[in-house]
């Protein structure tokens, strides 16, 4: 947010570095934090510099031409101002991915209060996937044993859809019975909160920090709209 | 219908790490051969059999099905030779009606008709659900549940059957009517290739053992020999005990006795056992 | 004491019951074993007895489930959890699902009770030791072979400090070193003296640990007694269920009619 309000290319670019890439380095993540983030933001970036550079409207100052079509210097300053933007989001989006697992994140939301059924559900959905990918690859194996053919036809593999797909959906129906009986039976289902043991670390440092820079937004809203930054 | 099942020399990795699950495995099977395929988990047992119908190919080394490399065909076309039956039947179970549901390989494989009609019917009576073909699969218990997975693949009549695990959760009957299954195969001249590890069900019903450890073939014989006093070391190194028979057998000196039946002959050989 | 008093009970949508006037008792330090043919109501009774039936699986059920003589009818299922524990024959779907840690998962069930969190701790780690799994505490459940998973299930059952275990075919799908993981860990319980109920087709597994065993058949209590004598009954195969591998060699010697002194030989190799 920080970075949208920050008018120019120095704003962001400097927003960058210390928000996001500082911290990446401390964490010792910035190789992947750069891979990730820069994989992330490629087809949005590619088409931004393009469609600034060669159509940005108040362009004025040539640089190059393909053909017909001008690059201008505005259009590339608002580029990159924008690209700087984009850079500081996605930077930011990925570091947080890449700090905070599933179950850390669901689990401080369930000590601030989210129902724990929630939260199971949000981190059972997580958990599941892995188990469901290897039971998909052992129906999809047990049924061409059978004979099913999943290399033919387009056709052919279009009969295979209930074949593959029922033993999933009902397997998982089927384990979802057992699974709610294995919850019941650790009082899953008793009312009220429940003992968490994990505290995310939160030292005042952190917390004053996060508090500071909530209150600066409003502030830095007014001032760009005013046009003083 | 002659058919022999041969791995030559055959090695698999799996693409996600470099552990050998199958580290150059020889064997032949011949037709009609009733063979028992054990060791603990993660020996390769798996592996080995998925061999068999294609699901995974050799990176090294060959299978060949009636003398013919089996490299160029599909699973789906290798499914009219080798029938597997995977251990959990809620990997495949899918259909409205049992009947419904021991159609589908047959049907896979083009039969049609009075002929698939015939198959269905005897793969149905063979496990003794002849009586249930209307009922919803899902409302059979979990061993009735694979016996009807077994019932899908024998309908397929196929010269090879492959069983994963076919007695877990059996009771005695149960039991009793895989091994009467695993014997008509054999009649028939079909070859019949099972993992297990219930020693006792293997001793009784197959002529061979193939005892697997990391990977390697370790131990390849009848019961007799498998099941024996010297062998008895290799079986632990892969976590196998020799059916309770054996042990007594082997203490009262009389030896091999891997069956109940040759622990009575023994005993009552004349001058059997020390006095 | 957990016990059934004269429970029948009604799959929801079922006319015929699978569960026929049943009575059983299981005080403290009981292992009572219970045999029948596939779908002789072993599963049923475990979850009757568990309180899942009918509260969780639905149906109706006539008689009573008492704990401590005291009628559970009116005990929503959360309340028996913290008396009864069960443990189902596949290892996967014991898990809670939401755990990245063996320890989570054991504390799964004392986080649930709301208790402080110094006892959940406390309990977990008694947990892991009592079944020599501490060295699994920080291991993902879903990647463990299935004897381990059976062992955390339990585990995370015993840090409810239940009074009594339910474990239907717990060996079912193991391999026999998952197998004897369980049934060591089984008979290190039950000679602390814990209660458990515990269903098998494995004989042998029964004979090592019960002190009583029970035989169903069509939903009904057929043959009851201590688990030697029971599991010497010539009619267990009738009705559908194998004998332990010594009775059945003891038994052929007799058939056999050989002489006394092979009996007593085959006897003592089978100790």
């Known amino acids: 947010m920080l970075a949208v309000a920050l008018g120019g290319l120095a704003g962001p670019a400097v927003l960058v570095g210390i928000a996001v890439l500082l911290p990446a380095l401390a964490g010792r993540i910035l190789g992947r934090l750069l891979r990730t983030s820069l994989l992330l933001t490629m087809p949005i970036a590619i088409s931004v510099l393009v469609v600034n550079l060669f159509f940005y409207p108040a362009g004025q100052q040539i640089l190059f031409s393909v053909g017909p079509i001008r690059g201008t210097a505005e259009g590339l300053a608002f580029a990159l101002e924008t690209l700087a933007r984009i850079g500081a989001i996605s930077g930011a989006i990925t570091l947080f991915y890449l700090t905070t697992t599933p179950s850390e994140l669901v689990l401080d939301l369930e000590r601030r209060g989210v129902s724990p059924r929630i939260a199971f559900v949000a981190l059972a959905s997580v958990q599941t996937v892995p188990a469901m990918v290897d039971r998909a690859a052992t129906i999809t194996a047990a049924q061409r044993a059978r004979g099913l053919d999943t290399e033919g036809s387009l056709w052919r593999r279009l009969r295979g859809v209930l074949p593959l797909a029922g033993p999933v959906l009902l397997g998982s129906i089927a384990q979802v019975e057992e699974r709610t009986m294995a919850l019941e039976s650790r009082a899953f289902t008793r009312p009220g909160r429940r003992t968490l043991l994990w505290h995310p670390p939160d030292s005042t440092l952190q917390r004053v920090a996060r508090w500071v820079l909530v209150a600066l937004l409003p502030g830095l809203f007014v001032a760009r709209a005013s046009g003083w930054l | ?275 | 004491m957990l016990s059934l008093q004269r429970v029948t009970y009604h799959y929801a949508g079922s006319r015929a019951p699978s569960l026929h006037d049943v009575s059983l008792e299981l005080g403290a330090g009981e292992v009572l074993g219970v045999v029948g043919a596939s779908e002789a109501g072993k599963t049923t009774l475990c979850l009757v007895a568990s309180g899942l039936a009918p509260r969780t699986v639905g149906g109706t059920l006539r008689g009573q489930l008492l704990l401590d003589g005291t009628d559970t009818v009116a005990l929503p299922m959360h309340r028996l959890a913290e008396r009864i524990g069960i443990v189902f024959a596949n290892p996967a779907n014991g898990l809670s699902g939401v755990a990245g840690t063996v320890y989570e998962e054991i504390a799964f069930g004392p986080m649930n009770l709301g208790l402080p969190r110094e006892e959940v701790i406390a309990r977990t780690e008694e947990s892991l030791s009592t079944l020599g799994i501490s060295g699994l505490a920080e291991r993902d459940p879903s990647r463990l072979s299935g004897g381990q998973q059976q062992l955390v299930a339990i585990g995370g059952l015993l840090a409810m400090r239940p009074a009594h275990l339910v474990l239907d075919e717990p060996t079912a799908q193991l391999d026999p070193v998952g197998t004897r993981l369980v049934a060591d860990a089984l008979a290190r319980l039950a000679a602390g003296g814990a209660s458990i109920l515990l269903t098998e087709h494995k004989t042998d597994l029964l004979a090592a640990i019960c002190t009583r065993v029970i035989a169903l058949e069509g939903g009904r209590v057929v043959l009851a007694g201590a688990a030697a004598e029971v599991l010497a009954d010539p009619r267990l195969a009738d009705l559908g269920v194998a004998a332990p591998a010594s009775v059945r060699l003891l038994s052929a010697v007799r058939e056999a009619a050989l002489p006394a002194s092979v009996l007593d030989r085959v006897q003592a190799a089978l100790r």
């Open chain 2, 1 to 275: 219908m002659m058919s022999s099942v041969v791995l030559e020399s055959v090695g698999h990795v799996y693409a996600r790490g470099d552990v050998r699950a199958l580290d150059r495995v020889s064997l032949r099977l011949d037709a009609g051969e009733r063979v028992a395929l054990v060791g603990q988990n993660g020996s390769g047992k798996t592996t080995l059999v998925r061999h068999l119908n294609g699901l995974l190919r050799p990176s090294s080394g060959r299978v060949l099905l009636d003398g013919v490399d089996i490299a160029g065909r599909t699973v789906a076309q290798l499914a009219h030779r080798v029938g597997l039956v995977f251990q959990d039947p809620q990997s495949q179970i899918f259909a409205a009606s049992v009947r419904a549901e021991v159609e589908f390989g047959p049907r896979n494989l083009g039969m049609r008709g009075a002929a698939l009609q015939a198959a269905v019917d005897e793969a149905l009576s063979a496990v003794g659900l002849a009586g249930e073909w209307r009922t919803n699969p899902y409302d059979l218990g979990g061993a009735r549940q694979k016996l009807l997975t077994l019932a899908s693949v024998l309908a397929m009549r196929t010269p090879v059957l492959v069983l994963d695990e076919p007695t877990t959760g059996q009771d005695l009957r149960g039991v009793a009517i895989v091994r009467r299954a695993i014997d008509d195969a054999h009649t028939a001249g079909r070859t019949v290739l099972a993992i297990s590890h219930d020693m006792d069900f293997v001793a009784s019903t197959f002529d061979r053992v193939l005892v697997m450890r990391e990977g390697r073939l370790i131990l390849d014989g009848t019961p007799a020999e498998v099941f024996a006093e010297p062998a008895w070391p290799q079986l632990r190194s892969t976590f196998l005990e020799p059916p309770t028979v054996a042990l007594v057998g082997a203490r009262l000196a009389l030896g091999s006795t891997p069956t109940d039946a040759r622990l009575m002959s023994a005993l009552q050989a004349p001058g059997g056992g020390p006095p």
